[in-house]
């Protein structure tokens, strides 16, 4: 009797000794990050918004990735190969793929992703127009035959930002492309605690221990995805910008992922705190027309808009830190291979004289404007605002209507007339990879209510430019194509760019293994006491 009762009384001391030093265990290998929004769609093909494909970079894996210099590498990939005449490619892939039930991921499960994502990516609905098969001779090898050769195949698949073509089990990836999956199994190094996933509040993710990483360093999104604290949440809650930077001075939190920008000198001079580079470009704000209803169905109406649209109005209002923001009139974005302003002076040397003018020649009958307004997501609030303004100062009527985020996503994806829940304009941001591809950028498929994003804009020969721009293989032809498309859209008024800026990130300086992902990626990141 007297062993027992010191065995249990052992028991107890070494459980309590174990529970005193639980803590400092958990905080080191829990990373908290407040994200830029909430988390509502967690289905990253159904939807482009950022938050549902960082959600998807955490659980998902890509065949290739992009590294920081714009350059595709493999990924799930090991090896592959094309015929003489490039209608065949041919993937192996790389050893050790797992699925976080346990199954391998096969040829058929890539098939069956790449076709769910390419009914509703720009990019992979522009491959499928060349696909003519695909096949899985082996559980590790798939097949792409084309009817033509083309020369984005890889550019495709490694494409970095949303849509992302991430892998899925083939019984996921078969669900209805228009509908949203409700199983979350990915192969990538973390995995969704779906039990403890509140919208509004918390995603939690834990470390996949049996992930194989790439031995290749950290790039971009390619390299190895190397995962050293065991959970990783995400604080949905913490939405004000000002309580986001006090929790992070205090240690409540490791990471914004979008500070503030009024709070960017506050943590700049902060000795606790670090504004990690993790990105070598920045990101684009546009607005977006819906092009099936009135009054941006005119052309002449939207061209007027573009014209009011002063650059640097939106910038100083919603970014204000000069070091953080630049104009730039490309849809392409300043400074990259297609970086053009052919067409731009509609916008960069117009005023508002010349917008009020155009407005007037449009014939416009005074329908009002239904901006869509997101009240929690700081980096954009305020642009629609400024549209609101410089609209009503061109001669537009305008109804700014305010909702979160995630009822914006949802919402700009109805068709319905503005009257009876649909929409006129939305404001967005965009980062570099997503739109200065001519294929990539969602703005140049104009396929009418058949295109791939929302304002179903509508021009046949803006079309054919695209389609020839796909089919083109030297630098040189790309060029000159990517010129006659961005005069195109300028001309047919397709959107309105309003600037390019910076996103800073803040974190504790005790986080470490920040690399340039050019998105918001976590792994790779280590956490000291």
């Known amino acids: 009797m007297k062993l027992l009762v010191r065995l249990v009384t052992g028991a107890a001391i070494a459980a309590a000794?174990?529970?005193?030093?639980?803590p400092a265990l958990a905080q080191n290998s829990v990373l908290r990050v407040v994200p830029h929004s909430n988390l509502a769609v967690l289905d990253p093909i159904w939807t482009t918004a950022y938050m549902s494909r960082n959600h998807g970079y955490m659980i998902y894996d890509t065949l290739f990735g992009t590294d920081e210099n714009g350059k595709i590498k493999p990924q799930m990939v090991d090896t592959w190969s094309e015929s003489p005449d490039h209608r065949l490619w041919t993937f192996k892939l790389r050893k050790g793929l797992e699925f976080h039930d346990g199954k391998p991921v096969t040829g058929e499960d890539v098939i069956a992703s790449l076709q769910r994502w390419g009914k509703r990516d720009a990019m992979g609905s522009a491959l499928m127009q060349f696909v003519t098969k695909m096949d899985s001779p082996t559980p590790d090898t798939f097949r792409i035959f084309l009817n033509e050769a083309n020369g984005f195949m890889l550019e495709a698949l490694g494409k970095p930002s949303s849509n992302v073509p991430f892998i899925m089990p083939k019984r996921v990836a078969e669900t209805d492309p228009f509908k949203q999956i409700e199983e979350h199994i990915g192969s990538g190094p973390f995995v969704f605690?779906?039990?403890e996933f509140k919208p509004g509040d918390k995603s939690v993710y834990l470390k996949n221990t049996k992930y194989v990483p790439r031995s290749e360093p950290p790039s971009g999104t390619t390299g190895g995805k190397n995962v050293y604290v065991d959970r990783v949440e995400w604080n949905l809650a913490l939405r004000d910008a000002q309580a986001q930077l006090s929790a992070l001075q205090k240690g409540e939190v490791d990471i914004i992922e979008a500070l503030g920008f009024d709070q960017f000198e506050a943590a700049k001079g902060d000795a606790n705190i670090q504004l990690p580079k993790y990105s070598n470009y920045g990101l684009q704000y546009m607005a977006r027309f819906n092009h099936l209803h009135k009054p941006f169905d005119n052309p002449k109406v939207r061209q007027a808009a573009i014209a009011a649209f002063n650059q640097d109005a939106f910038l100083r209002a919603q970014v204000g830190v000069k070091e953080l923001y630049k104009t730039c009139g490309s849809f392409f974005i300043c400074g990259t291979p297609y970086g053009s302003l052919v067409g731009s002076d509609l916008q960069m040397k117009s005023n508002m004289k010349k917008a009020q003018d155009l407005?007037?020649?449009s014939g416009y009958d005074g329908t009002p404007v239904v901006i869509m307004k997101p009240t929690d997501l700081a980096s954009i609030q305020k642009l629609p605002d400024v549209a609101a303004q410089l609209l009503?100062?061109?001669?537009?009527?305008?109804?700014l209507q305010a909702m979160d985020w995630q009822t914006l996503v949802?919402?700009?994806a109805k068709k319905d007339a503005p009257d009876k829940g649909g929409w006129n304009m939305f404001l967005t941001a965009w980062?570099?990879?997503d739109v200065w591809n001519p294929i990539a950028n969602p703005t140049t498929d104009t396929r009418g209510e058949k295109s791939t994003w929302f304002g179903w804009a509508t021009d046949e020969k803006l079309v054919t430019l695209r389609d020839q721009f796909m089919r083109a293989t030297d630098d040189a032809t790309k060029k000159k194509l990517a010129d006659q498309m961005h005069a195109r859209m300028y001309e047919i008024g397709t959107h309105v760019v309003v600037g390019e800026y910076q996103q800073p990130m803040a974190a504790r300086k005790n986080i470490t293994g920040f690399f340039?992902?050019?998105?918001?990626i976590y792994w790779n990141l280590k956490k000291a006491n």
């Not at 000794?17 to 639980?22: D, H, P, V, Y």
């Open 193 to 195: 605690k779906r039990d």
């Open 410 to 412: 949802g919402r700009r």
């Open 516 to 520: 340039v992902t050019n998105s918001n």
């Open 431 to 433: 980062q570099t990879f």
């Open 392 to 399: 009503r100062q061109a001669g537009f009527k305008v109804d």
């Open 359 to 361: 407005l007037k020649e």
């Open 17 to 22: 000794s174990l529970a005193a030093t639980l």
